[in-house]
Structures are given as structure tokens and as C-alpha cells.
């Protein structure tokens, strides 16, 4: 359920409203939007009727909320989610581009990606230190040795870290270099990975699975935003159908779907969206039209030599365009992406 308090309630007022929840069962979680203060809540409960609340001091409304997913839906904060990091704004009208490698390699090499990124305009680094690979034989990462390399890259360029989290021993020890926990497409129904996100106080990006459909996407943000930590950026990177012409289906239409039923702001992977460097450009273009609020890519200096994922890594030339055309198309939706320096 959803109590939405009048403007300028008092704190005595909304207090009440939450101790009535709480004696019912649910548990409550406070959102404060631009003039009201918003109660969610989440609970077994369904007997209620919400002209009960209604009816209480400095409430102006109550909602029952049908969608199994409470926390993630639109009506929990319809103004929309920002999420902050170090000054850049995930889900505003800054469309936010994350590049990097598939993996850390060494240190020359993340350096290198560093500075293609942000010298277009990117405004955050994206590798991986630890990586889920399909085969055991497979380039499997250089662990905290290369989120060091990272961090290290990424503040002389002055660009934000995401990397990929991979089980829950890790977090800890991860926090100290990532600014973005990233949760692979692998992972986005490990509950208890899930639970335990929702624990930490940085922001999570959280993969489409590749069979997971939007409903299900959305209640795995849920379990991370039951645990209090509402700093959730979702991503499309696309899902597995019966077309073999690319690596994944990128499904554009569940950026606008999920603008619809959620708060939270949605990035595209096009790179795993697709598996080909060709086909990139294109998708990019199609996401930031679509009203994605980022976009995630590989990108390397030279990536028919990448370690892992070359395939669908873009050239430095290749992310440069890029840049430039989903800038144009930011432009045309009123949005804009930091100029190239």
C-alpha cells in the first residue's frame, strides 16, 4: 500500500501513520518527494481499506498497490529515482555513458581505456575484475590487483567505477574501489546476493537476466530495495531468443516499458546486447531515443587483442562516433550528454 501525507504534514502526524502500519504488519518505507512524503507499505497484509488512513490526521491519500513489486513501482516515488555518484546524476536529463574493457588486462591498458572515455564525454569506467566467463579455461580476471588499476585510472580521469560483483564475500573488500556495485545478467536472481546489496549503501546497476522478463527484473530490485538501499539503476542488455544473427535480442522496448512501471532509471548494454561491434552504434542510438537514461559499452584500444569479449568492443574511432551521434539524438529527446573535451 501507499500513504501519501499532505503537504507540510507534521512529523508527529506522519509517525502515527507509520506506527498504524506497523501494528498491521507491513513494514514502512519513507520516501519524501518534492512536496509530500510518501509511506510504502510492504507486507502480507491485504484486508485493509485505505479510507481507514484517509481518514487520519495529514493524510491525503491512500493507494492499494496490486503489482507484486511495491518498492520499484512508479507510485512509490512518481517523480522518478535520481541516483547520485560523486556529482554525476543517474536518471536526470544528462544521458550518463559508462566505457571500459570486458576486463582489467593490466595497467596500461586501463589507463588507456580511461582516457578514451572521458576524453568523449564518458563519465564513468567500467571493467571487470572478476569475471563470470562460460567456459572454466576462459580469461577469468585479475581480481583486487585490477580493481586497484581502476580506481587508480579512473580518478585521474576523473570518472566513477562500476564493476561487476560476483558473490557476497566479495563486497566488502570491493567497496573500498567501486562507486557502482554492477550485477551481471548471470546473477539478477541470486536472492541472497540480492539481500545482501540491499545491505550496503552503494548504488547497485542491475543486469537483465537472459531469460528474465521485465516483471521479474523488477522484483529482483525489489529484494535489494527491501533492504533499504534505493539506489537501484537497471540495465537492458539484452535477452535470448531464437535469433542466432547476433549474441542476445536487444529488446529496446523495455526502456519505455520500465519509464512506465518504475521509478528507477534504466541503462542499455548494447554490446552485450548484441555481441558484434557493428551492430553497437545502432542499438546505442536506438536506446537513448527510447529514453534510456545511460548507456554501457565495451570499449578498448584494441580489441581484436582483448582478453575476453572482443568481438563486441568498440574501436576508439568507432566509441568517438558514437558519442557524437547519441549526443545529437540526446539533444532531440531534451536531454544532453557532456561535451567532448
Do not use: W
Not at 501494528?23 to 481499506?49: A, C, Q, Y
Not at 557476497?168 to 550485477?183: K, T
Not at 546476493?193 to 527484473?217: C, H, Q, S
Amino acid at each position: 500500500m501507499l500513504v501519501v501525507m499532505q503537504e507540510g504534514a507534521a512529523e508527529t502526524q506522519i509517525q502515527q501513520v507509520i506506527d498504524r502500519l506497523v501494528v498491521m504488519g507491513f513494514t514502512v518505507h519513507r520516501s519524501t518527494g518534492s512536496t509530500h512524503t510518501l509511506l510504502g507499505g510492504v507486507g502480507p497484509v491485504d484486508d485493509f481499506e485505505p479510507g481507514d488512513f484517509e481518514v487520519m490526521s495529514g493524510v491525503k491519500e491512500c493507494h492499494r498497490i496490486v503489482s507484486p513489486y511495491k518498492l520499484a513501482n512508479k507510485s512509490f516515488r512518481p517523480q522518478g529515482t535520481i541516483v547520485e555518484v560523486k556529482g554525476v546524476r543517474i536518471g536526470g536529463p544528462e544521458v550518463i555513458v559508462i566505457g571500459g574493457p570486458c576486463s582489467v588486462e593490466n595497467s596500461d591498458n586501463i589507463e588507456a581505456c580511461a582516457e578514451i572515455v572521458a576524453k568523449a564525454g564518458g563519465r564513468g569506467l567500467r571493467g571487470g575484475a572478476f569475471k563470470p566467463r562460460t567456459s572454466p579455461y576462459s580469461f577469468q580476471g585479475l581480481g583486487e590487483e585490477g580493481l586497484k588499476m581502476m580506481r587508480r585510472a579512473a580518478e585521474r580521469h576523473n570518472l566513477i567505477v562500476v564493476s561487476e560483483v560476483m558473490d557476497r564475500s566479495q563486497i566488502s573488500m570491493m567497496a573500498e574501489y567501486v562507486d557502482v556495485f554492477q550485477l551481471g545478467a548471470r546473477n539478477m536472481q541470486n536472492y541472497n546476493l540480492l539481500r545482501e546489496l540491499g545491505n550496503v549503501r552503494k548504488p547497485v546497476l542491475l543486469k537483465r537476466g537472459i531469460a528474465g522478463t521485465i516483471e521479474e527484473l523488477l522484483l529482483s530490485a525489489e529484494y535489494i530495495m527491501s533492504g533499504g538501499n534505493y539506489d537501484v539503476i537497471l540495465c537492458e542488455r539484452g535477452i535470448r531468443t531464437y535469433e542466432t544473427a547476433t549474441r542476445n535480442t536487444m529488446d529496446i522496448s523495455a526502456i519505455p516499458v520500465v519509464k512506465a512501471l518504475s521509478h528507477l532509471p534504466i541503462m542499455a548494454d548494447p554490446s552485450h546486447g548484441t555481441g558484434r561491434r557493428d551492430k553497437v552504434l545502432p542499438m546505442a542510438r536506438a536506446a537513448v531515443a527510447a529514453g534510456a537514461d545511460g548507456v554501457l559499452v565495451e570499449v578498448h584500444p584494441d580489441p581484436d587483442h582483448a582478453l575476453s569479449d572482443g568481438a563486441q568492443t568498440l574501436k576508439p574511432e568507432q566509441y568517438a562516433t558514437m558519442m557524437d551521434q547519441i549526443r545529437a539524438i540526446a539533444i532531440a529527446v531534451d536531454r544532453f550528454i557532456q561535451p567532448a573535451k
